[in-house]
């Protein structure tokens, strides 16, 4: 039996997770990260080990062959994420609760395996279009890449219903002091 909880964000790409995760790991005590493996290519400012661990396609597919992953997907085409067993072992090990930022597959595949000691939230970006404008502005993508991040986006909406919590992410402020008040109330 698992002693820590297990909080999972998930939201469309450029919906403003992972600011909302980076801050309630900046300001909550006995919460931490679960480091997934992808192997995107690192971005700029990115630190392997601390954001991902960046790994290659070969390596990825020898640690599925190896069981080491809870889950993992192809999340984008070509570009694996998956989420380590020894990184929830390593958190709740120590008591602490796990934070993640997955997509809506892997999330949805955490609650079916983890039921109540998990909470799923979605976070909403007020509109597509808003959404689109966030993601061509943090210019992290190729048009290419661009294209498949909102394809995706629009399926990604659609399973919000699926979550325990939606959070609204139209005002930065609010939505990070509202997700510290979910993950304190679920964890206490
Ligand atoms: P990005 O490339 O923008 O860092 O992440 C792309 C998507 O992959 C995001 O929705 C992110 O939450 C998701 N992701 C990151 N790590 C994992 C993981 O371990 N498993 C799954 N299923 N998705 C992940």
């Known amino acids: 039996m698992q002693k820590g909880k297990l909080i999972v964000f998930s939201a469309p790409s450029g919906a403003g997770k992972t600011t909302l995760v980076k801050h309630a ?12 493996c992808t192997t995107r290519n690192k971005r700029e400012g990115e630190i392997d080990g601390k954001d991902y661990y960046f790994i290659s396609p070969e390596e990825f597919k020898k640690r599925i062959d190896d069981e080491e992953f809870v889950e993992w997907e192809e999340v984008y085409h070509n570009n694996y994420y998956g989420t380590l067993k020894s990184e929830i072992e390593r958190i709740t090990k120590d008591g602490h609760s796990v934070i993640f930022d997955m997509d809506v597959e892997g999330a949805l595949n955490i609650k079916n ?75 206490r």
């Open 25 to 36: 790991l900046e300001k909550l005590d006995n919460l931490s990260f679960s480091v997934s």
């Open 113 to 187: 395996i983890y039921g109540d000691q998990c909470l799923t939230v979605f976070v909403q970006p007020p509109s597509l279009e808003i959404l689109r404008d966030r993601l061509i502005t943090r210019n992290t993508e190729s048009e290419d890449k661009l294209k498949q991040r909102l394809d995706k986006a629009d399926i990604e909406m659609a399973a919000a219903s699926r979550f325990d919590v939606l959070l609204m992410n139209d005002d930065l402020a609010a939505a990070k002091d509202e997700a510290l008040a979910i993950i304190t109330k679920f964890v």
